[in-house]
């Protein structure tokens, strides 16, 4: 019996754009989507995230046919939001709304992690807005979330996970705390993305024991942890140390095996999904490392599965 058909139960282990340097739906330096296809296979994963809506095929009926023919799956979609911006903003989440999810949906996929705008631009680090929210702004942030998380649900069957993010007004312990309470868990949950919440310092696991009930889908990433106290210390822009400070595992924090352990008392079929950042990595990279990762991450627990 080979090492993946031993491990039919758990959590379902998958992978991103994100980890072959993928970002936008089209940049000259990426890696083609067919061959991000066809690694996904040859690295051993079945579930995948859609990446940037436009980099893999739009049309849900060639889609369908390019994942079948490589006994892929799409786990979920993601769109950008910044409702703490007030005026424009529900309408500019409702139009990714209406091209991601209905792809997703037609995929089979009931979920949407949602990224909330970073506070400095992760394309050139400079400041765009304040780096922290006022009252009046978490307000709005923490309304227009519940309101997308129940128009998801109802309109497209479909679950938000919210996604706190390096450079964003939700990063810290502190914040996401803030989140969780004032948002409503039938509409708002989590995507944990280990990586991100360890970059200030968050223990992933004793959240997810704090607030089980709010943990729906995983990105399982590490961070360097000598390098984190450099970046924070200089003020780093996200944008500039990306591709260094989230490292291959299980050279960086947090383990995984506690995370893992955790997921799986929480619900043993959650998605988990590798999302290493390495924008702009050599188009030959990402391959490699995809397969080691996933062997890692199988030796971190016995109930973890790729079907």
């Not at 390019?66 to 309408?91: A, M, P, V, Y």
């Not at 140390?241 to 995370?259: L, Q, S």
């Amino acid at each position: 019996m080979t090492d993946t058909a031993a491990r039919t139960e758990g959590l379902r282990i998958g992978t991103a754009p994100d980890s072959w340097g993928v970002w936008f739906p089209d940049h000259p330096r990426q890696t083609p989507w067919e061959r991000f296809l066809d690694e996904v296979a040859e690295a051993g994963y079945h579930y995948i995230e859609l990446g940037p809506y436009g980099y893999l095929p739009t049309d849900p009926i060639r889609l369908k046919e390019e994942l079948d023919k490589r006994d892929l799956e799409i786990s979920g979609g993601t769109i950008f939001t910044g409702f703490q911006k007030g005026e424009g903003q529900w309408e500019r989440a409702w139009q990714q709304v209406s091209d991601v999810a209905t792809l997703v949906r037609a995929m089979g996929a009931e979920h949407i992690v949602v990224i909330p705008d970073l506070w400095r631009s992760d394309l050139t680090g400079e400041a765009l807005e304040a780096r922290t929210l006022d009252d009046e702004q978490w307000t709005a942030l923490a309304a227009g979330h519940d309101r997308l998380g129940k128009a998801l649900m109802e309109e497209y069957g479909i679950r938000q996970q919210f996604h706190s993010h390096a450079d964003s007004h939700v990063g810290t312990t502190g914040e996401v705390e803030r989140l969780l309470a004032e948002t409503d868990p039938r509409y708002v949950n989590l995507c944990l993305d280990t990586g991100h919440f360890a970059y200030y310092g968050g223990d992933n696991v004793a959240l997810m024991q704090a607030h089980p009930d709010r943990i729906g889908y995983l990105h399982l990433k590490q961070i360097d942890p000598k390098l984190i106290w450099e970046i924070l210390k200089n003020d780093v822009p996200f944008a500039d140390c990306a591709a260094e400070i989230m490292v291959e595992p299980p050279n960086g924090i947090p383990d995984f095996a506690p995370v893992i352990d955790e997921a799986l008392k929480i619900d043993p079929d959650m998605f988990a999904i590798v999302e290493q950042d390495m924008p702009g990595c050599d188009i030959d990279a990402p391959l490699g490392i995809a397969d080691r990762t996933r062997q890692h991450i199988f030796g971190c627990h016995s109930l973890t599965r790729t079907h």
